[in-house]
């Protein structure tokens, strides 16, 4: 009896947070070492196929960095990068597309398996993400900056309760295809749709003041205390990209962006339905 009141407990506290986020738009970047342990993806999937049973509308933009690694590694092509950022020649990009479209089409096959309805999407299609070359301080070969995002079938699939999981491959004016940052990705495709909420699903707890260290994370921050800490050197290193993809997508409208650790079980329901959350929220201000 003591358990079934737990359980009657927690949805309950769940319950407001329902209300407010039905029928709004979240876009959830997963990525991260965690994304390749079949135990924890079946986890955060459960998390996705949930929210949309409960009346959200999920947007899944993944990475695969990993498993890149390892299909170029097995091709003998070089990795390298750039200020974090894959050098991509026309090899490697083929490597990156067909490896992305390969992880997409297993995510839309486990949530469909879980009772949800996916349709997977690569964003060198239909125009869905548009690119110009990156310029950097040496020549990064294929990998773009995104100009604009095309959202028609993204709201057509959102529409009609199915989940978008996109893959971030990028198309340019000149036709060719260009390796995306799926951060980068995320955060313009949650500004394309107004989204509610950001997520980003890392191997983190969060922005924390003193690195691994958890007991140390801030639970909450503002746009300018997120600028405050960067510059004091405080988030640091690979943090950086995670953060400003998050300001970004404050900067652009969206209502709150979050930063969680994919590893914790079911991560995305407890950083959004309950009271305390597990990782760090940011909000404008």
Do not use: W
Request: proline letters at 2%; hydrophobic letters at 40%; a negative charge.
């Amino acid at each position: 009896m003591e358990e079934a009141i737990k359980k009657s407990e927690v949805l309950i506290e769940a319950l407001p947070y329902i209300k407010k986020f039905f029928n709004k738009v979240v876009v959830i970047k997963y990525g991260g070492s965690s994304l390749h342990d079949r135990d924890i993806r079946a986890k955060v999937l459960q998390d996705v196929v949930f929210m949309r049973y409960a009346g959200m509308k999920p947007v899944l933009v993944h990475g695969g960095g990993p498993n890149i690694n390892q299909k170029l590694s097995e091709k003998n092509i070089e990795t390298r990068f750039v200020d974090g950022l894959r050098v991509t020649c026309e090899k490697s990009m083929d490597v990156v597309d067909s490896v992305l479209m390969e992880i997409t089409n297993e995510m839309v096959e486990e949530l469909n398996g879980l009772g949800g309805e996916a349709f997977g999407l690569s964003g060198k299609e239909n125009n869905m993400i548009q690119t110009t070359q990156r310029l950097a301080s040496e020549d990064l070969g294929y990998v773009g900056s995104i100009s604009a995002i095309d959202t028609t079938i993204l709201r057509r699939l959102i529409d009609t309760n199915i989940i978008p999981v996109v893959c971030p491959v990028g198309k340019g004016k000149d036709n060719k295809l260009y390796n995306i940052n799926a951060d980068e990705a995320a955060s313009s495709i949650a500004v394309a749709l107004d989204a509610e909420k950001f997520v980003l699903l890392t191997n983190v707890r969060g922005v924390m003041r003193t690195k691994d260290d958890p007991g140390t994370m801030f639970h909450s921050l503002t746009f300018e205390s997120v600028t405050h800490l960067m510059e004091q050197g405080v988030i640091a290193g690979g943090m950086v990209p995670k953060v400003s993809s998050c300001l970004h997508a404050l900067n652009g409208g969206v209502r709150k962006a979050h930063i969680v650790d994919a590893g914790l079980s079911h991560a995305l329901l407890l950083e959004i339905f309950t009271d305390k959350g597990i990782g760090t929220e940011i909000v404008k201000g």
